[in-house]
């Protein structure tokens, strides 16, 4: 059964005005994984898996209903599997999490679906 479904839509030129802002940034939103892999791109690429991990968290929480604030980035963690596809690999909460994160022009967008683990 699904317990909820979140969306984000982020421009990225926020993302990458509060990078130039504050150099931690990245370090605040992205858990040690995240950032290890972060830290592997440049450019552009880097802003937008920076991006990207901001908005799929954000749409994490919104599936909850919390928002950012009872529980904070670095409580979710999404890496990505051998064929690039992102996952869950951390959460405060014990249900099956879809993932999708989507880049255009200035724009990046996620969409989270959490869907209660089967018992049987």
Known sequence: MIIGHGIDLQD??????ALTRRTSFAKKVL?????????????RRQ???LAG????K?????ALGTGI???????????TDEKGAPYVSKSPLS???WVSISHSGHFVQASVILEEEDES
């Open 31 to 43: 858990t040690e994984k995240e950032y290890e892999v972060y830290s592997s791109f440049q450019g």
């Open 95 to 97: 249900a099956k999490a």
């Open 58 to 62: 954000e749409a994490f929480t919104k």
């Open 47 to 49: 802003l937008q898996y």
């Open 53 to 56: 991990r901001w908005s799929a």
């Open 12 to 17: 990225m030129q926020a993302i990458e005005k």
């Open 69 to 79: 604030g009872r529980i904070g980035f670095q409580d979710i963690e999404i890496l």
